[in-house]
């Protein structure tokens, strides 16, 4: 089979041949239509988070195609279902966190012993076939374009699971920070809710995109946020936490930030502000990340409905590296997909 290999460290993705996989027990094999690039690959790819744990190095955990084997004892999936697969595909089972016995996660990543992380301790989903464990797949909703559900397996299943933290009330207004892979796709699960949305960028030329994606305002930073009337929730989805600060001087009274971007360079800090100091504010701070299977169903329904659209540069396999690159370099709005 053909699959996008990183040969090492800071290496461009080469489209090789290697030996197609087959399912063990309670695994499945899938034929991959689509696969999503997230800017994690990218930060691997550079050894910035760890590099992929097996060889050849097949990252990716956007991947979405159809069952054509299961292996022994699985009854959940059958061939010919069409189904994505999740980052997090298991657990340990045996560290004090799995004993806790918790849905599975994004928490897993962080707190499980060794949990099963799709194209970082397993092979990932850009190559035309990849084996996965059936528990740790779902669903496609029928009629939802294997290119649409891509990016919700990861960038939308984060974007959801940050507004449903944030949880904002009837009436209470939602500003999005960000307007990128994450953002664009929060910013519309916000207004498809019926919530009045903000949009915070400090990039002029996504203005306009910020409104056609249901942005009732735009501003460009957290005094210009206070200025526009304020926002109960804010869905901090970019990379930067100085950025997520500043956010937080539009917060009104009682009001939650939701940090849901990674920012692996500054800590999130709390300036400093004796007129409309934190402690006073009841504000809360809160994380969101794959936050459980049922919230990654809802995302995936909310964009099969078409309420919300992931928008999508699509690029052939022979096109990866081009791909990769492109997200490196920020050029793709707003998110990158590969078809096999």
């Known amino acids: 089979m053909k699959a996008a290999v990183i040969p090492e460290v800071n290496a461009a993705w080469e489209l090789r041949e290697v030996p197609t996989p087959r399912p063990g027990p309670g695994e499945v094999l899938i034929r991959v239509h689509a696969s999503g690039i997230c800017h994690n690959d990218v930060l691997a790819t550079r050894g910035i988070i760890p590099f992929p744990a097996f060889s050849p190095a097949v990252t990716g955990h956007e991947p979405v195609g159809e069952v054509v084997e299961v292996g022994a004892g699985v009854t959940s999936r059958k061939v010919g279902d069409r189904v994505g697969t999740t980052w997090i595909q298991g657990t340990c089972g045996r560290c004090d ?144 936490y100085a950025a997520a600060t500043d956010s937080m001087r539009g917060l009104r009274l009682g009001g939650r930030i939701v940090l849901a971007g990674i920012d692996g360079l500054e800590p999130f800090t709390l300036a400093p502000d004796l007129a409309r100091p934190f402690f006073a504010q009841r504000h809360q701070v809160l994380g969101a990340t794959h936050e459980g299977p049922q919230y990654l169903k809802e995302a995936l329904e909310v964009v099969a409905s078409g309420k919300v659209t992931p928008k999508v540069e699509v690029f052939d396999k022979t096109q990866v590296a081009e791909a990769l690159d492109k997200v490196a370099k920020g050029e793709v709005r707003f998110k990158a997909v590969v078809t096999y």
């Open 97 to 240: 966190y799995c004993a806790l016995e918790l849905p599975v996660s994004g928490q897993a990543a962080f707190r499980c012993a060794a949990p099963a992380m799709t194209g970082f301790t397993v092979p990932g989903g850009h190559a035309e076939y990849m084996v996965a464990a059936a528990s740790g797949t779902v669903l496609l909703p029928d009629g939802l374009d294997y290119e649409l559900a891509a990016p919700v397996l990861c960038a939308g299943y984060t974007a959801w699971s940050a507004f449903r933290v944030g949880a904002p009330r009837p009436k209470e207004r939602v500003a999005v920070l960000g307007i990128g892979g994450l953002g664009h796709l929060a910013l519309q699960f916000a207004a498809a809710g019926g919530f009045e949305t903000v949009a915070i960028t400090r990039s002029p030329d996504k203005h306009a995109l910020a409104r056609e994606l249901g942005a009732d305002t735009v501003v460009g930073s957290g005094e210009e946020l206070l200025a526009a009337g304020g926002a109960d929730v804010i869905l901090a989805t970019g990379p930067s």
